[in-house]
């Protein structure tokens, strides 16, 4: 199993990227998947998740310049990141979640299966 993120790179504030998880060894649609973002010398925080349903949750301090999809045909989940801030610059990870939870996942314990992260830098 395996969950390979991409698609960071440095962007001036106000900018966009777009975040890639693609996996191979297991179907992401079966899965809830999260994206979690951890900046130097914090903890790793959530940031948004897709799960089996479909069910979409964001973070409050991304809602609205975020948004998260799934592309089943290429089991790959996307982030795309738009008016993006200087606060907004971390290692951004991917995880998968397999449990059933009554409420979408959104701390690092509920997550089973990590990529390996990728750099977001926003310039001011």
């Known amino acids: 199993v395996q969950l390979q993120a991409s698609g960071g790179g440095l962007v001036q504030a106000g900018g966009s990227l777009r975040l890639s998880c693609a996996a191979s060894g297991l179907t992401l649609s079966s899965y809830a998947v999260g994206w979690f973002r951890q900046a130097p010398g914090k903890e790793r925080e959530f940031v948004s998740v897709?799960?089996?349903?479909?069910?979409?949750y964001y973070a409050d301090y991304v809602k609205g310049r975020f948004t998260i999809s799934r592309d089943n045909a290429k089991n790959t989940v996307y982030l795309q990141m738009n008016s993006l801030k200087p606060e907004d610059t971390a290692v951004y990870y991917c995880?998968?979640?397999?449990?059933?939870?009554?409420?979408?996942?959104?701390?690092?314990?509920?997550?089973?299966?990590w990529g390996q992260g990728t750099l977001v830098t926003v310039s001011s």
């Open positions: 995880a998968a979640s397999s449990a059933r939870f009554i409420v979408v996942p959104t701390t690092v314990r509920q997550y089973n299966y």
């Open positions: 897709i799960d089996w349903s479909e069910r979409i």
